[in-house]
């Protein structure tokens, strides 16, 4: 069995900070790029960053110079720092982990169940 447990979300104001964190445990083999996406009410998932195994980064727009991704490989965890934060990231938000049990097979347990985040104007 695969998890993965998000931790860190609460409420903020504009302007302030928060660091997510998402430790996967159980039977893993490696983990090849991990990422955060998130969801407000009424509107669909989207992407917010990724990081590769070797630590490569990538980030949707309305984060990008905010938001700050990265991972512990040793530890099976991902990290968001989130700055400057505003009312519009106001979210779930899920870790995503490509996890694979051996060489051959993936797992099916992929995402964590969230954790709110609400940034009060």
Request: charged share 15%; hydrophobic share 30%.
């Amino acid at each position: 069995q695969v998890q993965l447990v998000e931790s860190g979300g609460g409420l903020v104001q504009a302007g302030g900070s928060l660091r997510l964190s998402c430790a996967a445990s159980g039977n893993i083999f490696t983990i090849n790029d991990m990422a955060w996406h998130r969801q407000a009410p009424g509107k669909q998932r989207e992407l917010v960053a990724t990081v590769t195994r070797s630590g490569r980064t990538n980030y949707g727009d309305s984060v990008k110079g905010r938001f700050t991704i990265s991972r512990d490989n040793a530890a099976n965890t991902v990290y968001l720092q989130m700055n400057s934060l505003k009312p519009e990231d106001t979210a779930t938000y899920y870790c995503n982990a490509d996890i694979w049990i051996n060489r051959y097979t993936r797992s099916n347990s992929r995402w964590g169940q969230g954790t709110q985040v609400t940034v009060s104007s």
